[in-house]
């Protein structure tokens, strides 16, 4: 996955660094909040990454590890879109319920 | 006070393109993603797909172009009425709010003859002083249903077993019936009754004043014998014979019947559903468990997990549908609310899948002492020693002090499913709702920790075998049509 790569070195301890060039901080708090129910993730802030380790509550085979930490990295990609998605439409966000509440007598002047 | 642009403010960029409009994404099982906008219309799309659409980089040729501008989740150059058409759509979800409190639950005795371990609330004992509504609570009660603005008022008269107290009740209707000759409201009553008490004069009145019955029923006599204990053991022959009765004198469809899902029902879900069908009942609501009173206390809460529940549920449903394929319609009630929402523009207002919660603003509970509480479930909490959601007393407080109060305010506030962690971005969130009673019951705060919330886990499953089958078994969608459109 491009902008991320794994610490080799720390592999066991199941790290995964991410490009603050690529994605921000707020997208990976929101993807380590997704996987409380998997573990909880340390987040260092360095300059020009982001380092996340994973603290599984249940021990983790390494085959099964590789895949939750992917499933991480692919969670990060989906906040990354959601992101865009939130900051490209919340004026039409506010515009429709605008127009959906046009009528009740709610609306400010 | 904020102000919204006029609708060209946001159309200066259609010209050679589109404009996303607001939408969720959650992903739904291997590659596909289910997408939803803010009126709940859904659409299922790969990933590579939401990735080129998000990015603007999904051509107008697209087979799925057409899907998403016709579904508002795009605006283009020639899609001028989107935005009316998508916020009408959302005053339609949302109409029910400014209805405010339509369901009114008096709880007019806790004694029970029935020692049900599951049972949130009963009380045994022949003690009327201190378990029974007395009139005078009954009057400031009623005066209170009629302060609601809703043109539609439910008083639904719960216990313990209401019919211990069935004098109270007939006051309550007859009072209830001579205000609204002024007030004029849609006004309709529902007796929970578990029917080993109701006898000829009980019917005869619920004929005179149009009164429903809802019962209980487990399952097959062994099974419901087993969940629900009375002296004599014989809470199933009398349930049915009163299902009968109730038949005979105020008609077929005036009693319905609901299941609460034990330990020993988890290997029996056709033998209950088969139960229900030969009772003559055209559906079953399959609900699990609740976390509050006896339930906890006889520790039969915990006897199953929520992967356990769904297991059962998703047999139950699985064999439905083959009784409804096999040409007998028959519906599963929770799975027809959850689909009312995803397949039509309406929201049937079912108090767990409202957002905001539907606390006090949905329902209301007069309980036998006085005291009001935001939800049935919240007075079941308040019979394990825990207040948090009493919101005052008939005897002590006025209707502003009960409705603007912190205590109903904040947990409807903070549990606001539209801006809680992770609801705010869930593609399920226009079916789903707020729940702060269960998860201040199960993880101490109103909002909760969503990923590891039961009540998440197994509204997200549900949502999700629903999205699919919709999608993927062209039967199931047509038997699903016809549950939500009888």
Same mark, same amino acid.
């Given at each position: 996955?491009?902008?991320?790569?794994?610490?080799?070195?720390?592999?066991?301890?199941?790290?995964?660094?991410?490009?603050?060039?690529?994605?921000?901080?707020?997208?990976?708090?929101?993807?380590?909040?997704?996987?409380?129910?998997?573990?909880?993730?340390?987040?260092?802030?360095?300059?020009?990454?982001?380092?996340?380790?994973?603290?599984?509550?249940?021990?983790?085979?390494?085959?099964?590890?590789?895949?939750?930490?992917?499933?991480?990295?692919?969670?990060?990609?989906?906040?990354?879109?959601?992101?865009?998605?939130?900051?490209?439409?919340?004026?039409?966000?506010?515009?429709?319920?605008?127009?959906?509440?046009?009528?009740?007598?709610?609306?400010?002047? | 006070?904020?102000?919204?642009? !006029?609708?060209? %403010?946001?159309?200066?960029?259609?010209?050679? &393109?589109?404009? @996303? #409009?607001? *939408?969720?994404?959650? /992903?739904?099982?291997?590659?596909?993603?289910?997408?939803?906008?803010?009126?709940?219309?859904?659409?299922?799309?790969?990933?590579?797909?939401?990735?080129?659409?998000?990015?603007?980089?999904?051509?107008?040729?697209?087979?799925?172009?057409?899907?998403?501008?016709?579904?508002?989740?795009?605006?283009?150059?020639?899609?001028?009425?989107?935005?009316?058409?998508?916020?009408?759509?959302?005053?339609?979800?949302?109409?029910?709010?400014?209805?405010?409190?339509?369901?009114?639950?008096?709880?007019?005795?806790?004694?029970?003859?029935?020692?049900?371990?599951?049972?949130?609330?009963?009380?045994?004992?022949?003690?009327?002083?201190?378990?029974?509504?007395?009139?005078?609570?009954?009057?400031?009660?009623?005066?209170?249903?009629?302060?609601? !603005?809703?043109? %539609?008022?439910?008083?639904?008269?719960?216990? &313990?077993?209401? @019919? #211990?107290? *069935?004098?109270?009740? /007939?006051?309550?209707?007859?009072?209830?019936?001579?205000?609204?000759?002024?007030?004029?409201?849609?006004?309709?009553?529902?007796?929970?009754?578990?029917?080993?008490?109701?006898?000829?004069?009980?019917?005869?009145?619920?004929?005179?004043?149009?009164?429903?019955?809802?019962?209980?029923?487990?399952?097959?006599?062994?099974?419901?014998?087993?969940?629900?204990?009375?002296?004599?053991?014989?809470?199933?022959?009398?349930?049915?014979?009163?299902?009968?009765?109730?038949?005979?004198?105020?008609?077929?469809?005036?009693?319905?019947?609901?299941?609460?899902?034990?330990?020993?029902?988890?290997?029996?879900?056709?033998?209950?559903?088969?139960?229900?069908?030969?009772?003559?009942?055209?559906?079953?609501?399959?609900?699990?468990?609740?976390?509050?009173?006896? %339930?906890?206390?006889?520790?039969?809460?915990?006897?199953?997990?929520?992967?356990?529940?769904?297991?059962?549920?998703?047999?139950?449903?699985?064999?439905?549908?083959?009784?409804?394929k096999a040409g007998h319609f028959f519906v599963e009630h929770y799975a027809s609310i959850i689909l009312?929402?995803?397949?039509?523009?309406?929201?049937?207002?079912?108090?767990?899948?409202?957002?905001?919660?539907?606390?006090?603003?949905?329902?209301?509970?007069?309980?036998?002492?006085?005291?009001?509480?935001?939800?049935?479930?919240?007075?079941?909490?308040?019979?394990?020693?825990?207040?948090?959601?009493?919101?005052?007393?008939?005897?002590?407080?006025?209707?502003?002090?009960?409705?603007?109060?912190?205590?109903?305010?904040?947990?409807?506030?903070?549990?606001?499913?539209?801006?809680?962690?992770?609801?705010?971005?869930?593609?399920?969130?226009?079916?789903?709702?707020?729940?702060?009673?269960?998860?201040?019951?199960?993880?101490?705060?109103?909002?909760?920790?969503?990923?590891?919330?039961?009540?998440?886990?197994?509204?997200?499953?549900?949502?999700?075998?629903?999205?699919?089958?919709?999608?993927?078994?062209?039967?199931?969608?047509?038997?699903?049509?016809?549950?939500?459109?009888?």
């Open positions: 996955m491009a902008g991320s790569r794994d610490a080799e070195a720390n592999r066991s301890a199941n790290v995964v660094a991410f490009s603050t060039e690529v994605f921000s901080l707020d997208v990976i708090k929101r993807a380590a909040y997704r996987i409380a129910d998997i573990a909880v993730v340390d987040i260092d802030a360095k300059p020009g990454e982001i380092v996340c380790t994973l603290n599984f509550h249940h021990p983790q085979t390494d085959e099964d590890a590789q895949r939750l930490i992917n499933d991480f990295k692919l969670e990060v990609l989906d906040q990354d879109l959601r992101a865009a998605i939130a900051k490209e439409t919340e004026p039409m966000r506010n515009a429709i319920l605008g127009y959906a509440f046009s009528k009740t007598g709610l609306q400010g002047k | 006070m904020s102000r919204f642009q !006029p609708l060209s %403010a946001y159309e200066g960029s259609l010209a050679d &393109g589109y404009r @996303l #409009l607001p *939408f969720r994404f959650t /992903r739904l099982d291997g590659d596909d993603y289910v997408l939803t906008n803010q009126a709940g219309e859904f659409i299922v799309l790969d990933r590579i797909t939401i990735e080129k659409f998000v990015r603007h980089d999904l051509p107008a040729q697209s087979p799925v172009y057409g899907d998403l501008k016709s579904k508002h989740f795009l605006l283009d150059a020639d899609s001028g009425v989107a935005i009316d058409l998508l916020a009408l759509k959302v005053r339609t979800k949302l109409r029910r709010l400014a209805n405010f409190t339509g369901l009114h639950l008096f709880v007019v005795s806790l004694r029970c003859e029935h020692s049900c371990p599951y049972c949130q609330v009963s009380r045994q004992s022949d003690d009327k002083i201190a378990y029974d509504m007395s009139i005078e609570t009954a009057e400031k009660a009623l005066a209170l249903v009629f302060r609601s !603005p809703s043109p %539609a008022l439910k008083i639904e008269f719960q216990g &313990g077993e209401p @019919l #211990l107290n *069935f004098p109270l009740i /007939r006051h309550i209707v007859e009072r209830a019936e001579d205000i609204n000759r002024d007030a004029q409201r849609n006004l309709q009553f529902v007796i929970a009754t578990n029917l080993a008490l109701i006898n000829d004069e009980i019917l005869e009145f619920c004929k005179t004043h149009d009164v429903l019955i809802s019962t209980s029923l487990d399952g097959p006599s062994d099974l419901h014998n087993k969940n629900r204990p009375r002296p004599g053991r014989d809470s199933y022959e009398r349930a049915i014979a009163g299902i009968q009765k109730v038949r005979t004198v105020l008609g077929r469809d005036r009693v319905s019947a609901l299941m609460t899902t034990t330990e020993a029902s988890l290997p029996r879900v056709r033998d209950i559903i088969d139960e229900y069908v030969a009772q003559g009942f055209e559906g079953i609501f399959l609900r699990p468990m609740s976390p509050y009173g006896f %339930a906890v206390k006889t520790k039969s809460y915990n006897t199953y997990d929520t992967e356990r529940w769904l297991k059962f549920y998703f047999d139950g449903l699985d064999y439905i549908l083959e009784l409804n009312t929402k995803i397949l039509t523009p309406f929201s049937p207002g079912y108090v767990d899948l409202t957002s905001p919660a539907a606390i006090g603003i949905g329902v209301i509970v007069y309980n036998y002492d006085g005291e009001v509480y935001a939800s049935d479930e919240s007075r079941m909490l308040a019979e394990m020693g825990d207040h948090t959601f009493r919101l005052g007393n008939v005897h002590k407080h006025s209707y502003q002090d009960i409705f603007l109060s912190d205590t109903l305010l904040t947990p409807i506030e903070e549990s606001f499913a539209a801006s809680v962690p992770m609801c705010n971005e869930c593609a399920f969130e226009p079916f789903c709702g707020a729940d702060p009673v269960f998860h201040h019951t199960t993880q101490g705060d109103f909002v909760g920790r969503k990923p590891t919330s039961a009540f998440c886990n197994r509204n997200m499953a549900i949502f999700r075998k629903l999205i699919s089958l919709v999608g993927q078994d062209d039967d199931a969608r047509r038997i699903f049509l016809r549950w939500i459109n009888p």
